[in-house]
T-cell receptor
Framework: AQKVTQAQTEISVVEKEDVTLDCVYE???????LFWYKQPPSGELVFLIR??????QNEISGRYSWNFQKSTSSFNFTITASQVVDSAVYFC????????????FGEGTQLTVNP | NAGVMQNPRHLVRRRGQEARLRCSPM?????VYWYRQLPEEGLKFMVY????????ESGMPKERFSAEFPKEGPSILRIQQVVRGDSAAYFC????????????FGPGTRLTVT
């Protein structure tokens, strides 16, 4: 069965600090997809990234970067030089090929960036 | 290209009433998913539909909940005889026929049962 664990319930940093959000997943499939979503205080879900299980290349997008390591079943998300607008709940999610396309979400990490 | 639309954005129902939540997928998308986010929790999958077909309803509560995606019109999530525990945010997502792993979420409907 698929499972996603985000061990950090809440993180608080000061603006301009770097912060890493952890995500560990469990799956028996060899083909699967990993996602990160952002949920700001307004409540909508904002798609950030999708990676498939065959692509372990790390990715950088502006201040965001993702570190995918199959050996440790982790897909961590780093925000460099955090800003107040980064304050949100961040969800990691997993989709297995054999389970159809439904997403299994972690419990989320509440990130607060203080000025 | 409009995104996924959900209405209403906020819905208040008294215990025992029915709640109907609507989701219009993005243009060209034929797959719809519903997720529920209970207060202070993550999102949980409920049901996956294609036009006129329920593909996976493994996350739907056995009673009072139903979903449809007719040939014409939006997808509807129906909750009969609502109880306080149904209070949550309900999110709809859609994906294109050839990209079922690309799910785009709507803004959600926040249901409050009084």
């Amino acid at each position: 069965a698929q499972k996603v664990t985000q061990a950090q319930t809440e993180i608080s940093v000061v603006e301009k600090e770097d912060v890493t959000l952890d995500c560990v997943y469990e799956t028996r499939d060899t083909t699967y997809y990993l996602f990160w979503y952002k949920q700001p205080p307004s409540g909508e879900l904002v798609f950030l990234i999708r990676r498939n299980s065959f692509d372990e290349q790390n990715e950088i997008s502006g201040r965001y970067s993702w570190n995918f390591q199959k050996s440790t079943s982790s897909f961590n998300f780093t925000i460099t030089a955090s800003q107040v607008v980064d304050s949100a709940v961040y969800f990691c999610a997993l989709s297995e090929e054999t389970s159809g396309s439904r997403l299994t979400f972690g419990e989320g990490t509440q990130l607060t960036v203080n000025p | 290209n409009a995104g996924v639309m959900q209405n209403p954005r906020h819905l208040v129902r008294r215990r025992g009433q029915e709640a109907r939540l609507r989701c219009s997928p993005m243009k060209g998308h034929s797959h719809v998913y519903w997720y529920r986010q209970l207060p202070e929790e993550g999102l949980k999958f409920m049901v996956y539909l294609q036009k006129e077909n329920i593909i996976d309803e493994s996350g739907m509560p056995k009673e009072r909940f139903s979903a449809e995606f007719p040939k014409e019109g939006p997808s509807i999530l129906r909750i009969q005889q609502v109880v306080r525990g149904d209070s949550a945010a309900y999110f709809c997502a859609s994906s294109p026929p050839t990209g079922k792993y690309e799910q785009y979420f709507g803004p959600g409907t926040r249901l409050t049962v009084t």
